[in-house]
């Protein structure tokens, strides 16, 4: 296994993270940040002086199924497919290919639940023939992994029958059809009634080896085999020419984990504590040498120690909102995706990794499947399928973490569930990695690594060798004009001008600080210099929803003073300073109404103006309004908050908004009703407080009738009252104006908007647990729909 393979936490923890505390004037440990810093710029430029030309990639398609004690009885081949889309030659028309199921190999029936149709169109699509050969869309890997695929109270404690996975792995391999033959299983590992199975092209089975397995158990008592996880390590080489780029070519090493939480929604600490316990206690056993002896202690590997770190699995995880809320809002799903971003707000794996409780730093696609969890047959099912006596929820999930670049480069293709497999309560998911790979020369890279370590040993002994010397190009950058959500770039340009290397750290003014404001980013903060050499540090300005915030309450003039120590050397300054442009976006309401024009050229005489010359609504909203309501008609009303926006779009009108110069026409765009519904969204989200005062709240979701629910807008703000009657009038015209073509009926749209719109005018606070908070969505949207409908 290479050996320069790091624990993933450290890796992907900032360098200047992990050195010791220091300020301007007060250095930290010096010689240990020396230590620190050189060992990382060694590993990376050993990396990047041994990495060729070339590349390699790896398809892999991971899946999970709690399988809830059934065996195989449906067709998998719909959860092993390629989800790649391709022209058919003859007819032109756009198809799905897919690795087809064949009667004569797979014997399993397909049944579909006919409700569940309507949210998978891949099966309805004329099928590519296929030839018993790859194509590129093919997986290279697929890891599959299963939970409670024994239910029996024997299963409680530790198996090592494999009936259960043989019956699994055959169904597999019938639902690869004619493509079968060309994988073969490559590792497998069960704990009860888990199951993980790696299968792989026979093409590419000699380039992984170096397999190791591991589990552990977190059941009852917390050892026993009900619930806990299984994990397979593999490497993987890739194949080479025998060209001198690439003699011995560096390994990758994967790591899957396939693992099963506690039930029940009020365990979510629980769940939370058997990740934290799994991640300590799956570890990898070096293997004995044969004839050693048996007392020798062999190096043990955590599951972290891998370029790549996949947990495919029944989290558990449950959502805290009512059932009422839960179904009534996946009733109104739909294609709206925002409906499913409120239901996803409200997802205790999201708010343990929102809170670093669990899965901290893993990544997960976004999810744009329904729940996965649980579905019912017969009559104990609602109109989606789901069981009427247990809550809807992602149980089911797929979550990675990798090494930063250049290492490894993993992309995520697809994330959704399979409701055509019906046999079990749970709906099978899956996932498309693509992995680029750089061809790294493995000799090359240890001997760059081992040159490299004898040219930087000992330049921290000044005595010896003299103290470090650098000189910065210019104490002063400046950025120019800074927009909201635009990167703006510069360099800081810095020579070592002295006869050794030198260490060099961007440091606080304070201990305990932050090296530089949110608004600016600096890449590297930490990193080696050689001699006589020089570095261009990248610095990016970006000013977030969060930092629009603040800024939009201060002068144009932004200003830092980044401090660049040298170790065992001087401190240098540096200015850093910009033109911020303000925006009517993350304002407040009360700024807003009181400009006498758009906020670019007015904020300057905001303090001038008196809160009795306030306008009654800030005027870019209305400009939104107006807009929308004199150019969107017919079909584009029907589906006007539903569709994405070009983010280009969104920041062409946002410009405009700001400015206070002409909005573009449809004529410009055909697309372009769809960014202003966006630009008006993003509008009110990003208000520094809700439309509606959060201490309203409680009386919003009590008042009973349209009577009572006008009558609180009497304890609005002003500014709030205002701009909540043009808004909601206009959301009434647009339920009004539906076509007779429209998918839904107008009770049917005021209820899907209401839904959008809700939990932006009656917004949840920031940081704040949901579980605890207890304000219905529903409830939210109901207040909305008395003035809508």
Not at 176 to 187: F, N, P, T
Not at 412 to 439: A, C, G, N
Not at 714 to 729: G, H, K, M, Q, R
Not at 735 to 762: D, G, K, T, W
Request: proline share 6%; aromatic share 8%; charged share 20%.
């Amino acid at each position: 296994m290479a050996s320069e393979t790091v624990d993933l936490r450290v890796a992907r923890q900032p360098l200047h993270s992990r050195l010791s505390p220091a300020s301007a004037g007060l250095p930290g440990d010096d010689i240990a940040d020396i230590e620190i810093i050189r060992e990382d710029w060694i590993r990376k430029e050993a990396l990047k002086r041994s990495t060729t030309k070339a590349t390699k990639s790896l398809n892999i398609r991971i899946g999970s199924f709690n399988v809830n004690g059934k065996t195989p009885s449906q067709d998998l081949s719909p959860w092993l497919r390629s989800l790649s889309i391709h022209t058919h030659s003859k007819t032109g028309a756009q198809m799905t290919e897919w690795i087809s199921p064949l009667k004569p190999v797979s014997p399993f029936n397909i049944s579909t639940n006919p409700i569940d149709d309507k949210y998978t169109l891949q099966h309805e699509q004329p099928l590519l023939p296929i030839t018993s050969s790859c194509s590129p869309s093919d997986p290279d890997l697929l890891v599959l992994g299963f939970q409670e695929l024994d239910l029996s109270t024997e299963a409680l404690l530790y198996t090592t029958n494999t009936l259960k996975e043989d019956s699994w792995v055959a169904a597999v391999f019938a639902g690869l059809g004619e493509k079968a033959v060309l994988y073969e299983k490559l590792a497998s590992k069960q704990l009860v009634g888990m199951l993980m199975v790696i299968i792989v092209k026979k093409s590419l089975f000699p380039n992984f080896d170096h397999i190791m397995f591991c589990s552990a158990g977190a059941g009852i008592m917390g050892f026993m085999g009900n619930k806990g996880a299984t994990a397979i390590r593999v490497s993987f080489t890739p194949s080479t020419d025998d060209s001198a780029d690439a003699k011995t070519p560096h390994c990758t090493v994967l790591t899957f984990v396939n693992a099963h939480l506690a039930a029940f929604e009020e365990m979510v600490e629980r769940r939370n504590n058997d990740f934290q316990e799994l991640s300590k206690r799956l570890v990898f056993e070096a293997p004995t040498p044969m004839g050693a002896n048996s007392d020798t202690s062999n190096e043990s590997s955590s599951i972290y120690k891998s370029d790549a770190l996949f947990w495919f699995v029944n989290l558990n995880y449950r959502l805290d909102l009512s059932d009422v809320d839960t179904r009534n809002l996946l009733a109104l799903h739909s294609d709206e995706p925002p409906i499913l971003w409120t239901l996803l707000k409200y997802d205790q794996l999201k708010q343990a990794i929102h809170f670093r409780k669990a899965f901290a730093d893993f990544h997960e696609h976004d999810i744009t499947h329904l729940p996965s969890y649980r579905f019912a047959s017969g009559a104990l099912k609602d109109d989606l399928g789901y069981d009427k006596k247990r809550k809807p929820a992602w149980t089911d999930r797929i979550l990675y973490m990798h090494s930063p670049s250049p290492s490894i480069g993993v992309h995520q293709l697809s994330y959704v569930s399979h409701p055509e497999i019906t046999m079990s309560d749970h709906r099978p998911i899956s996932s498309d990695f693509k992995i680029q790979l750089p061809v790294i020369d493995q000799d090359d890279y240890l001997r760059n690594a081992d040159k490299l370590s004898h040219e930087l040993w000992g330049f921290e002994d000044v005595e010896a060798r003299g103290s470090p010397r650098i000189k910065l190009k210019s104490n002063s950058i400046e950025f120019g004009k800074i927009f909201y959500q635009q990167s703006c770039q510069t360099t800081l340009e810095v020579d070592n001008i002295g006869d050794t290397p030198c260490v060099i750290r961007f440091v606080p003014a304070d201990i305990g600080g932050s090296i530089c404001p949110d608004w600016l980013r600096i890449e590297p903060p930490a990193t080696l210099l050689p001699a006589h050499m020089s570095i261009a540090i990248t610095l990016t300005a970006f000013v977030s929803t969060a930092c629009a915030r603040l800024l939009n309450q201060g002068p144009r003039r932004i200003e830092c003073m980044l401090i660049l120590h040298t170790a065992l050397g001087k401190d240098h300054f540096v200015v850093v300073g910009g033109e911020y442009q303000h925006t009517c976006f993350a304002n407040s309401l009360a700024t807003l109404t009181r400009l006498t024009g758009p906020v670019r050229t007015s904020y300057a005489t905001l303090k001038e103006r008196k809160e009795e010359q306030s306008a009654s609504v800030p005027r870019e909203a209305m400009r939104l309004i107006n807009w929308l309501m004199e150019h969107v008609s017919g079909e584009d009303i029907d589906c006007l908050f539903n569709r994405p926006a070009d983010e280009n779009t969104v920041a062409r009108i946002r410009e405009c908004l700001d400015t206070g110069d002409e909005l573009p026409s449809p004529q410009d765009n055909q697309h372009l009703p769809h960014g202003f519904a966006r630009t008006l969204l993003q509008f009110l989200d990003t208000l520094a407080e809700p439309i509606v005062p959060p201490t309203l709240y409680s009386r919003c979701l009590a008042a009973t009738d349209r009577n009572e629910a006008f009558e609180l807008l009497d304890d609005f703000p002003s500014e709030s009252v205002n701009i909540w009657v043009s808004l909601t009038a206009f959301l009434h015209y647009v339920v009004q104006s539906s076509p007779s073509s429209a998918s839904h009926s107008p009770s049917r749209r005021a209820e899907i908007l209401a839904a959008i719109f809700a939990p932006i005018l009656l917004g949840d606070p920031k940081n704040v647990d949901l579980q605890s908070y207890g304000i219905s969505p529903v409830g939210k949207a109901n207040f909305l729909l008395k003035f809508i409908q």
